[in-house]
């Protein structure tokens, strides 16, 4: 926790149960579930401190802020160069690891100096390909239907 300490964090109890729940937590949750899950220890927190912690969070990069859907914005508590892989049904995400450098061609004139990357890949859950029949997969991974 002394990480938070050094970036200005004022670790009230309820803050450090908001960390607590992050550390580790590879769900990428919203705001929302960090407030339920953590409410349920502090019943009269209120949702502008989930919200706020977050956004110290995040403008010190100790948090990724991944807007996935377009009204629920998703966090990340890790913080190593990596990708997502969404179910376009349950939109669940899962981190892929493995990243590749990449880099705009040399011949891209966009006046941008890129400072970072993200890919979202789209997929099926298997949980879902189980509950919808219909959502199976037709030939091999890479293949187009």
């Known amino acids: 926790m002394k990480k938070y300490r050094d970036i200005g964090l004022k670790l009230t109890p309820q803050r450090l149960a908001i960390l607590n729940y992050l550390e580790g ?6 705001a929302e ?3 339920h899950a953590v409410s349920k220890k502090f019943p009269t927190m209120s949702f502008s401190t989930v919200y706020n912690t977050l956004d110290a969070l995040k403008k010190k990069g100790n948090v990724l802020e991944l807007t996935i ?5 998703r966090f990340d508590p890790n913080t190593a160069p990596h990708h997502h892989l ?11 690891m493995n990243v590749y450098e990449l880099s705009l061609p040399d011949d891209e004139n966009t006046n ?4 970072g990357n993200h890919i979202v890949f789209y ?3 298997q ?19």
Do not use: M, Q
């Open 112 to 115: 941008f100096r890129v400072i």
């Open 86 to 96: 969404i179910c376009a049904e349950c939109k669940r995400i899962a981190d892929i």
């Open 69 to 73: 859907d377009a009204g629920k914005k």
């Open 25 to 30: 937590n590879r769900e990428h949750p919203s």
């Open 33 to 35: 579930d960090i407030y």
């Open 127 to 145: 949980t879902c390909e189980r509950k919808k029949p219909h959502l199976k997969r037709r030939g091999k991974a890479n293949e187009r239907p």
């Open 123 to 125: 997929g099926i859950c």
